[in-house]
């Protein structure tokens, strides 16, 4: 430790400096227990959440549901709850400012999936029976493990074939039209510009106008104030051909998660939660994207575990091509 300076033997000059780094040193261990002390309420919010969570977890594992559960889902589900917990007990203890020496925790054992199920052995055996010494080697016994898997109904195409008919005479081409298209960007700009622009100038200005003559407050009142603090992003479309006029396909492409939410309360906890959002997202991106999602999710499941940590984006469905 580096002794006091006699401050008595420093002259006026050495005071002033002393002070000023007195000051700064001051300054910077302020800086840090600041910075310790919010580390330190980030942790204890971050330490009762996961408490309250895990506590949700085992009140849902231990009582009773009322769900109407069979045996095997009720199996699976209980397995997930485990690793749940096992999960935020780690991170719990992660946490912990002065962890105490505790005992070697024992991983969840998972659940025997349902022996009922039907089994397809695939065996996985070594390219190469021979030993590098050159001896030929001999099999002395096997691990076996299970995994759930799940093929779901057959997805259909529309196959549109368009015969071509010709005259051997004349050498006439006969065939049906393309069935009707979307028209492009750039034509239906025009058209907005054309046709739609002066009747949503009509209506912006009536509504402005009718604004101004409904009591304030009343619910005509507040329906012209939603639109009209909308407006510019209500007339988007008019300027850009690809912007759909209304959402309605958006909507539609949510409806089946909102009207089923209901009957999907027993994922059970945050993170199971999370983690159907996750999944949902990817299924409708595949199908945005012109996938199949069984084929997509069962090749990125197949392949995530030897897929390079750089190139995981290369699995998103805007950018995946199968193996």
């Known amino acids: 430790m580096t002794s006091s300076p006699n401050l008595d033997q420093m002259t006026p000059d050495q ?5 000023a780094q007195l000051l700064s040193q001051v300054e910077t261990m302020g800086r840090t227990v600041e910075t310790m002390g919010k580390k330190i309420n980030r942790d204890q919010t971050v330490i009762e959440k996961l408490t309250h969570e895990i506590a949700q977890l085992k009140r849902l594992k231990f009582a009773k549901r009322s769900e109407q559960l069979n045996p095997q889902q009720a199996s699976l589900l209980d397995d997930l709850i485990d690793t749940d917990i096992a999960a935020i007990e780690a991170e719990l203890q992660a946490l912990q400012t002065a962890p105490a020496a505790t005992e ?3 991983k969840p054992k998972r659940t025997a999936l349902p022996a009922e199920f039907p089994r397809t052995l695939i065996h996985h055996e070594p390219d190469n029976t021979h030993c590098p010494c050159g001896c030929a080697l001999k099999r002395i016994g096997e691990d076996v493990s299970e995994k759930l898997d799940y093929t779901p109904g057959v997805f259909t195409v529309e196959r549109h074939v368009r015969g071509k008919w010709v005259c051997d005479d004349c050498e006439t081409l006969i065939q049906a039209p393309v069935p009707a298209q979307i028209l492009e960007p750039d034509l239906r700009c025009r058209i907005r510009q054309e046709k739609a622009v002066p009747v949503m100038d009509r209506l ?6 009718q604004r101004d003559l409904v009591p304030e407050g009343s619910a005509i009142s507040r329906a012209l104030d939603y639109s009209l603090k909308r407006w510019e992003a209500l007339s988007r479309y008019l300027d850009d051909g690809a912007v759909p006029i209304d959402n309605n396909w958006a909507e539609n492409q949510i409806r089946p998660w909102a009207l089923g939410r209901k009957n999907w309360l027993f994922a059970g906890s945050l993170r199971s939660g999370k983690r159907a959002a996750a999944i949902m997202s990817l299924i409708q991106s595949a199908r945005l994207n012109g996938h199949d999602p069984y084929a997509y999710l069962k090749d990125v499941l197949t392949r995530l575990p030897t897929q390079q940590a750089s190139e995981i984006s290369e699995l998103l469905p805007h950018r995946w091509t199968r193996a």
């Open 15 to 19: 005071l002033r400096a002393f002070a």
């Open 204 to 209: 912006h200005a009536w509504m402005i106008a």
């Open 104 to 106: 070697k925790k024992q």
